[in-house]
């Protein structure tokens, strides 16, 4: 297991920062293509997923989520270095480019292959094409088959999403929940000082305790405020039912919080809001 995850990250690694080319069309040159702002850095030390607020003209406000794809593909894939060895065996043998279309015929090859829950065909998927909170876009190819689930995975690595990603990697999905690889646009805000949370499945709209309507509030349908509001207490020695474990509070300030440094509050007790993946 020790090793398969080492492979993983090693291979991760190498696709986030391989050359996947510049062209003179490409507006990377202004500001850098990805894999080039990429050479040098220390994934693993970059946080998995980080949110701003930020406020424009009082009152319209943008909930920003970016979840690290390298932490992201981490948590769902594992490198099947067999059936990458096939895969580029395959290529070489019929004298094809490292890309999706041969990824694609690759994969129609393979015993027993159907789509999601085996149904259907095996379906190629680019994250640009919908709502995505990953720092860099997605294209691969999603199959499975009696060992599971698989994807042929692309990185984009360039400036304009048209060109500019790796050459295909054979991955498992490693079982993190059934069709992981498609939450690119799931995120959670929570709450550690009264653990209120809002989920998204869109990166839009945020769902209070996963629900909408019947009471429930929006987060992004709060009043939003650029000073600290009043909040009720966490809690007092009146609402401790176990010691050091405050009670939630049960109303809401009706007022989310921006600060000058891009948080948001929660609007039941004014701890910073932080974000997850899952």
Known sequence: MTTTITQTKDKLQAMLTENTGEHFLDSGGAYGRAWQRNQGIDFDACPPSRVEF???????????????????????????????????????????????????MFVETLPDVGGIYGEGDAMTVNTYNGEDLLSQTLQFVYWEDEDGEHVMLQIHGGCDVRG??????????????????????????????????????????????????????NLEDYDVVEEKPEYPEIYSSSQKLIPGM???????????????????HCPYCGTILEVSAV
């Open 54 to 104: 930020e406020v424009y003209h009082g009152d319209d406000l943008y909930i920003n989520v970016t979840h690290s794809v390298y932490h992201w593909l981490e948590d769902r894939v594992e490198y099947n270095e067999e059936l990458d060895t096939k895969y580029r065996e395959f290529v070489e043998k019929r004298d094809l480019y490292l890309d999706i279309q041969s990824a694609t």
């Open 246 to 264: 405050p009670k939630r509070p049960e109303f809401s300030s009706g007022k989310l919080w921006v600060d000058e440094d891009k948080n948001g």
């Open 164 to 217: 500019g990603y790796t050459y295909p990697v054979a991955f498992d999905l490693n079982g993190m929940s059934e069709l992981a690889i498609f939450d690119n646009a799931r995120a959670t805000l929570f709450c550690n000082g009264c653990n209120h949370y809002w989920d998204t499945d869109d990166g839009c709209n945020w769902y209070s305790e996963g629900s909408c309507g019947r009471g429930y509030t």
